[in-house]
């Protein structure tokens, strides 16, 4: 490798790492522990798990089979679909809140069919489900339709040569050669997840217990207690990295 790069290299891991080392210079360590182990913290915590976890598996539900769509599909319109694919991607998640809640709000066109049938999404737990799937699924999609396109379609045509039907080929052959970008999608889909802030807030409120995910909780505790604020970040922080640096390693690798 080029010695040059190293400058970029350091200058750009500083530019991640130094702020979040800032975040140890402003908390008190004596009010740490107990920070942490709020109900406040704690109740916010195991909702963004939570709803992370429900996210990241209506992606794939949803998304997997979008992905294979993009990949395998011939039709012209193909491009205009995945533009709108990765519209979340570029849209400010405050914007994807509004939209969500203008579609499925009461007065929204889906939303009042779904209050007639005394069904309400806006500021619910399952608001904040579909405000973490909106701006999170891309992610697997993205991942998942390049390792489709890159993998190519010889081995499943191989496998259709040899009888083998459109559901068999996809269990056998399909999923085990995407099964690496599968599991790197999964981890990076539910880490989005786990930090959405901008569509949450607008589309599902921010309601202790119910749709106060940790993000919420440290921007509400930011305005009357800096230092519990920080202990939520500092624990997000935490979360964030055990889940991609134990998760991720074995997603790549294939190894689940």
Do not use: H
Not at 28 to 48: H, N, T
């Amino acid at each position: 490798m080029p010695g040059v790069l190293w400058a970029p290299a350091v200058l750009a891991l500083a530019l991640v790492v130094l702020p979040v080392l800032g975040l140890l210079t402003r908390v008190d360590p004596a009010r740490l522990p107990g920070l942490l182990l709020s109900p406040a913290a704690l109740d916010a915590l195991w909702l963004s798990v939570v709803t992370g976890l429900i996210s990241t598996a209506l992606s794939l539900v949803i998304g997997g089979p979008l992905a294979l769509v993009l990949a395998r599909s011939r039709m012209r319109a193909v491009r205009l679909v995945r533009a709108f694919v990765l519209l979340p991607l570029v849209l400010p998640p405050v914007v994807g809140g509004l939209a969500l809640l203008y579609l499925l709000g009461r007065t929204g066109p889906l939303g009042q069919f779904l209050d007639a049938a005394g069904l309400r999404l806006p500021y619910t737990t399952a608001a904040v489900v579909l405000a973490q799937t909106f701006v999170a699924m891309p992610f697997l999609v993205v991942g998942l339709e390049g390792a489709l396109r890159t993998a190519g379609g010889r081995y499943e045509q191989v496998a259709a040569t040899l009888g083998a039907g459109p559901w068999l080929t996809f269990r056998r052959v399909t999923v085990p050669l995407v099964l690496p970008a599968l599991g790197s999608g999964l981890v990076l889909t539910f880490a989005r997840a786990l930090g959405e802030f901008g569509a949450t807030i607008t589309f599902a409120g921010s309601l202790q217990g119910t749709t106060r995910t940790l993000p919420l909780a440290i921007y509400n505790t930011a305005q009357s207690d800096v230092d519990a604020a920080v202990a939520m970040s500092l624990l997000l922080v935490v979360v964030a990295v055990v889940v991609i640096a134990v998760a991720r390693p074995k997603a790549v690798e294939g190894r689940w």
